[in-house]
């Protein structure tokens, strides 16, 4: 039987994954039902940092925010590189991450700096396993995202990967749209990471050398 503890992190992780009543349901349930967007812990990609430390303070996360640049300090880091200057003086008057823990929760927040504030590039999160296998972690991830794009075989640790519009990638790292991985790692923590994937950074470095005036790179001969 499952202490209070442990019982507590389950629901906490089923939540996180966007259903607390998908363990009542078997897999081949969850795999008729339709894929819901990307998200951990209700983050998304593009969110806002008011919007997530609104989120968060809602849901009773306990919150660390850590500084970063702002756009406009951005773009004159971006103009003192071109220059070949120095940028180390720049001030950290945006936020660069925000670490929120609850319970036996964990989640970090990774933000770039944009016009309107600061937008969501990475989510992470991790949760005990809760004494559930790999296999009805499994399930439950399927219910609300859908059949996974990528995943180990069902003989290895969880291994999942989620990609979005259709992409085939093989590997939330590398993948052009947004995308997710789960795992089980060798502790026996279920881990999450949401990308924004490399067409969002692409078209954000873009922005930022036409707002230092600098124009777009060059593309490749390849």
């Not at 919007?51 to 009773?60: P, S």
């Not at 979005?164 to 990638?169: K, V």
């Not at 923590?189 to 707002?211: F, N, P, S, V």
Request: with cysteine; proline share 5%; net charge positive.
């Amino acid at each position: 039987m499952m202490t209070r503890i442990t019982a507590t992190a389950a629901l906490a992780l089923l939540a996180a994954c966007g259903s607390a009543s998908v363990a009542e349901q078997d897999a081949s349930a969850q795999t008729r039902v339709a894929a819901k967007p990307l998200t951990i812990a209700g983050m998304r990609i593009g969110m806002l940092a008011s919007e997530v430390q609104a989120a968060l303070a809602r849901d009773g996360w306990k919150v660390e925010t850590f500084p970063g640049h702002d756009w406009a300090t951005a773009v004159e880091e971006q103009k003192r590189q071109q220059r070949g200057a120095s940028s180390f003086d720049l001030p950290r008057t945006g936020i660069a991450t925000i670490q929120a823990g609850k319970g036996d929760e964990a989640l970090i927040v990774e933000f770039r700096p944009v016009p309107s504030g600061a937008e969501v590039k990475v989510v992470k999160y991790e949760a005990p396993m809760a004494g559930r296998t790999g296999a009805h972690l499994r399930a439950q991830l399927t219910q609300r995202y859908g059949a996974p794009t990528h995943a180990a075989s069902p003989q290895l640790p969880l291994d999942l990967t989620w990609c979005s519009a259709g992409e085939p990638c093989r590997s939330a790292y590398g993948a052009a749209k947004p995308a997710l991985r789960a795992q089980e790692d060798v502790y026996h923590k279920a881990r999450l990471i949401l990308m924004a994937g490399g067409d969002t950074e692409r078209a954000w470095q873009a922005q930022l050398q036409r707002a230092a005036g600098g124009g777009a790179s060059a593309k490749s001969s390849f």
